[in-house]
């Protein structure tokens, strides 16, 4: 059953959300609609599709899509329909569809572009006013999308802002991921790591930038490693692994003097020199090649900006210290698929790519020490919040202490500042307001 405005209205207020948030299905479905339906989506890179017919499949909310690459090198975001009868173009997450598409059920045939060119013993229709010219049988596209450096987005809402406009000042850490690139460009390296979340998708997203949670959640890893790295030599190779994980054990105090920067449209991110990040270091050579490409001065401005994660809400987090990307893909109220990618820097060494897989495997996979712990979290609080005894969840943490700068708030990164501003957005998108 749907919700009335007046009914979702009431789901969220300035401190506190309810339970049906998470766990309604009517509310799932609406957001799908009225979220994932109107802001601007992350389809892929366009690194994903090189070559001619290289396609690459999602989903935006319920509705399949394709993203594909045509002869001539323009990206096409299609919906992913048959115009005869419905059946899906493609079928697999990727691959090359050769020069167009041809259904798997009676053989219509497509241009790379969605357009349609045959249609099987096509005599059968003369005369009964079907016309294979007519764009309504063509893959149609979709409403919007536009590229940001590589970065593909699409909107299934004809009128919706500029990509530019939407992104907003957050736009600066997209910025910041491919300018440390010397060539200012970046690729996706490699498969992808997706992995299974037994969740509401807004828990992984309200996870991201929350600073209460890994001097907690993630102790008991930190203390393993922080044991398993005394027992290194100060040259072992495995020092890599030694600077990644022990900041997750960072202390409140360390947290709270990283600031959270939150937008419109509900994107947000944090930025400090106490970030998880901070203290890497430099590999020799990949300096060389900055200040190479970039002077000092701005190469330096490029390396200092520390900031850990940033969401373009709802659906694409990124990380541009380490240069991986979580991509968030909705399945039901209680269900959603995380999909980490890695980046390469062009023009920089190995070692770059290197510590950004290693980070990947490390943190981020399911294979990982680390994020499984925030999936337990995440799992019992799904569960937790079947119980009517308590019908709301909070986020009061330093709330009416923001700090207007520009286009955006400042708060503490321990602050319940970036729950707050996503639900923000979300009430403005499911109000339709935006
Ligand atoms: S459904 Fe595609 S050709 Fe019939
Ligand atoms: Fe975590």
């Known amino acids: 059953m749907s919700l009335s ?9 300035p401190r506190r959300v309810h339970r049906r948030v998470y766990t309604d299905p009517a509310v799932f479905d609406l957001e799908m609609e009225r979220i994932w339906g109107k802001a601007w989506i ?4 366009e690194s994903q599709i090189p070559g001619p017919g ?7 909310g319920k509705i399949p899509i394709v993203m594909v690459r045509d002869r001539s090198g323009g990206v096409h975001v299609l919906y992913n329909r048959c115009g005869h009868k419905g059946a899906k173009l493609v079928d697999n997450s990727c691959g090359n569809t050769g020069g167009g598409f041809v259904c798997c059920y009676h053989g219509w045939s497509y241009k790379l572009d969605g357009r349609l060119v045959g249609v099987p013993h096509l005599k059968g ?3 009964t006013g079907f016309d294979k010219n007519d764009p309504q049988y063509s893959m149609q596209k979709l409403e919007k999308h536009q590229s940001y450096r590589g970065f593909v987005f699409a909107s299934r809402d004809r009128h919706a802002p500029e990509l530019t406009t939407w992104l907003g000042g957050a736009r600066t850490v997209l910025d910041n991921l491919c300018d440390r690139s010397p060539e200012g460009e970046v690729e996706v390296a ?16 309200e996870n991201l930038n929350d600073a209460m949670h890994p001097m907690v959640v993630h102790r008991s890893v930190v203390d393993a490693a922080n044991e398993y790295i005394r027992t290194l030599p100060e040259d072992s190779p495995s020092r890599a692994e030694a600077e990644i994980i022990p900041p997750f054990g960072s202390s409140y105090k360390t947290f709270s003097e990283v600031d959270i920067l939150a937008f419109p449209y509900g994107h947000h991110y944090n930025r400090g ?4 990040h901070a203290k890497y270091s430099v590999d020799p050579d990949y300096e060389t090649v900055m200040l190479e490409a970039y002077g000092p001065e701005r190469t330096r401005e490029i390396l200092t900006f520390n900031s850990h994660n940033t969401l373009y809400y709802p659906s694409l987090t990124i990380k541009s210290s380490i240069q991986n990307i979580r991509v968030v893909r909705p399945v039901a109220a209680d269900h959603c698929i995380i999909e980490t990618w890695s980046f390469r820097l062009k023009g920089a060494p190995d070692s770059l790519l290197q510590r950004t897989i290693l980070y990947s495997r490390l943190i981020n996979s399911s294979g990982s020490m680390v994020g499984p712990d925030d999936l337990v979290a995440y799992r019992r609080m799904q569960e937790g919040l079947e119980s009517n005894a308590n019908q709301w969840v909070e986020m009061h943490r330093d709330y009416g202490r923001d700090e207007t700068v520009g286009d955006h708030l400042v708060n503490r990164c321990t602050s319940d500042l970036d729950i707050r501003t996503q639900y923000r957005a979300w009430r403005r998108y499911m109000l339709g307001e935006t």
């Open 273 to 276: 020199q106490n970030t998880i």
């Open 190 to 205: 490699g498969g992808v790591i997706r992995y299974d979340h037994q969740c509401n998708w807004k828990m992984f997203n």
């Open 5 to 13: 405005n007046p009914e979702l209205s009431a789901l969220v207020e």
């Open 54 to 60: 290289d396609y690459i499949t999602l989903q935006i």
């Open 42 to 45: 992350y389809v892929g890179h």
């Open 125 to 127: 229709y003369e005369n």
